[in-house]
């Protein structure tokens, strides 16, 4: 396993974007995140990083499974650092952000997939 840690909470508007087809992500961040950023963003425990995703590789998160498809210029940064970067479940190969990570899925993540404890893993 590349990454693994556990959701804890979450920001009042941090599932907003999941409802917007032209947006369909979510950001996420060590529990310990600024405050001015906890009301957007998914925050989980400090993760046990062991090695950088890569493409390929699939990401589960709350039980579903997804393909990363692309990988931002700073997101394994920030990931590796922050416990943070947005995951965007649009796919493609080309990265919407510099701090972006794009996934593929044949099911769609929704703001009901979201739960204290949930994972998010990496092989």
């Given at each position: 396993?590349?990454?693994?840690?556990?959701?804890?909470?979450?920001?009042?508007e941090?599932l907003?974007?999941?409802?917007?087809?032209?947006?369909?992500?979510?950001?996420?961040?060590?529990?310990?995140?600024?405050?001015?950023?906890v009301?957007?963003?998914?925050?989980?425990?400090?993760?046990?990083?062991?090695?950088d995703?890569?493409v390929?590789?699939?990401?589960?998160?709350?039980?579903?499974?997804?393909?990363?498809?692309?990988?931002g210029?700073?997101?394994?940064?920030?990931?590796?650092?922050?416990?943070?970067?947005?995951?965007?479940?649009?796919?493609?190969?080309?990265?919407?952000?510099?701090?972006?990570?794009?996934?593929?899925?044949?099911?769609?993540f929704?703001k009901?997939?979201?739960k204290?404890?949930?994972?998010?893993e990496?092989?």
């Open positions: 396993m590349k990454f693994y840690c556990e959701v804890t909470s979450w920001g009042e941090s907003l974007f999941l409802d917007d087809p032209n947006a369909n992500f979510i950001i996420i961040f060590n529990n310990n995140a600024p405050e001015e950023l009301s957007f963003s998914v925050l989980h425990t400090p993760a046990n990083y062991n090695e995703p890569a390929g590789d699939t990401m589960i998160i709350c039980d579903k499974a997804f393909t990363i498809t692309a990988i210029d700073e997101a394994l940064h920030t990931l590796r650092e922050l416990g943070h970067c947005t995951l965007s479940f649009r796919g493609g190969t080309t990265p919407e952000r510099p701090g972006c990570i794009m996934l593929q899925g044949d099911v769609p929704t009901d997939d979201i204290m404890g949930a994972t998010i990496i092989h």
